[in-house]
């Protein structure tokens, strides 16, 4: 690969928007056998540059065996209406048969299918553009948004003991699929009282020198359940553009 057209692909990367905190709650914190029907997390999300308060979000969760149906509706610290994205997806285990977004307010799908050896993966930005859509081959391991932090809680004991795990991520925005990595971030597990932070991050060290990593931070107490999110997310502004957030999940009515 030329260094122009690893730049090409680093700057791919950066545009992907990460594409997982809208999901993240949702992924993990129970795997579909042990969820109880209709689960309920209150998000808040804050500007990860000045902390400032920006939306506050209610979800619900809606498990049947593998199929799992995630709504989120945002709204300003003020109350008023900002974003719904409704979510449906279906996998065995770690490995996705198939995945649609919709965010009400944009027009905004995603999806994959997966037929055999590929996956079909679709895009459209807005109400107002068309969809495009690609095939990548499918790869043993290949993860995408649904199950990311499924993939997190598999690896635990693992994961403890400071090993790396490298796997294709799958961007249907992108209609490709990227190389990242999970670990253990040592530092931050350390200062987290009673929780333990996952960091994820590009698998190329070049590219990890041009995009900042995601953190997961998890209580370490059964379930283990995700509680912080810091990054780049989904959740777009009123100009349209990705922004870096901090995100924190409370589970309503769970033990």
Do not use: C
């Not at 129970?30 to 920006?54: C, M, Q």
């Not at 989120?72 to 209406?81: L, S």
């Not at 795990?165 to 597990?189: T, W």
């Not at 107490?221 to 999110?229: G, Q, S, Y």
């Amino acid at each position: 690969m030329t260094f122009r057209a690893l730049i090409h692909r680093t700057a791919l990367v950066v545009l992907i928007g990460w594409g997982l905190s809208s999901l993240a709650a949702a992924q993990g914190t129970v795997t579909p056998k042990a969820a109880a029907k209709g689960r309920k997390i209150e998000l808040s999300l804050y500007s990860l540059e000045s902390e400032r308060l920006l939306y506050r979000g209610n979800r619900t969760i809606v498990e049947d065996q593998d199929k799992v149906e995630v709504t989120t509706v945002f709204t300003t610290p003020a109350g008023k209406p900002f974003q719904t994205t409704v979510s449906v997806f279906e996998k065995v285990g770690l490995v996705p048969i198939s995945y649609q977004l919709n965010d009400l307010r944009s027009g905004e799908t995603e999806s994959l299918i997966r037929n055999g050896d590929t996956i079909e993966l679709r895009y459209r930005e807005n109400s107002e553009e068309d969809e495009d859509d690609g095939t990548v081959d499918w790869e043993p391991g290949s993860l995408f948004t649904g199950t990311v932090v499924d993939f997190m809680h598999a690896q635990w004991a693992a994961l403890m003991e400071n090993r790396e795990f490298g796997f294709s991520f799958l961007v249907p925005s992108k209609q490709d699929a990227y190389s990242f990595r999970i670990l253990r971030d040592e530092e931050r597990s350390f200062k987290a009282k009673g929780q333990e932070v996952i960091r994820m991050e590009p698998d190329s060290w070049i590219i990890r020198r041009l995009v900042d990593p995601m953190f997961f931070f998890f209580s370490t107490e059964e379930p283990r359940r995700l509680m912080e999110f810091r990054g780049r997310s989904s959740i777009k502004d009123e100009t349209g553009e990705p922004q870096d957030l901090r995100i924190t999940y409370s589970y309503l009515g769970q033990n």
